[in-house]
């Protein structure tokens, strides 16, 4: 291909421009927040936390935790805890969700656990095998026990602080 010194610097300040995909199912992640890519080819193992979005293309082990929307694509393989505004999943997830907002189950997407959710769609084609929880009630009961340990924790912290003073 044959292209002047012009179309160069045109052609680079496109590239520069951020590419966002719409994931399978229709549904886009949280618009204006950051989305964080974890790619096909790679394995982690641990937990992994996101102040914004998380799209998933590899395998993932351990414990999620996001601010914003968490997907599953086709090829992810994850068995996690994951934690997150929403959720879609479709590729293959072992674990527990618990999301504030919507759980979707794409065609495809196979769910071996458990869901807390306000809302929750699987599509034709999708599995879910597991326990599905939309009480608002369980949700508010799990943050308070975190909350409440959170403050145990500082607690403990400040008396052993005071026990060295």
Do not use: C, Y
């Amino acid at each position: 291909m044959i292209w002047k010194r012009e179309d160069a610097g045109s052609e680079q300040e496109e590239r520069r421009e951020p590419v966002h995909e719409e994931p399978k199912g229709g549904r886009r992640m949280a618009d204006g927040g950051e989305v964080t890519v974890i790619g096909q080819a790679a394995k982690l193992e641990g937990t992994v936390v996101s102040a914004g979005s998380l799209r998933i293309d590899g395998q993932v082990k351990g414990q999620i935790n996001a601010d914003g929307d968490v997907a599953l694509t086709p090829q992810s393989q994850v068995e996690a805890d994951i934690r997150a505004q929403n959720v879609s999943v479709a590729g293959r997830f072992k674990g527990s969700i618990l999301v504030k907002g919507r759980a979707e189950i794409n065609r495809g997407g196979r769910v071996d656990g458990n869901i807390t959710s306000k809302s929750l769609v699987v599509e034709e084609g999708a599995i879910f095998q597991g326990q599905s929880i939309m009480d608002q009630q369980a949700q508010a009961q799990q943050g308070q026990q975190a909350q409440a340990s959170a403050r145990q924790q500082a607690q403990q912290g400040e008396a052993a602080e005071k026990a060295r003073v």
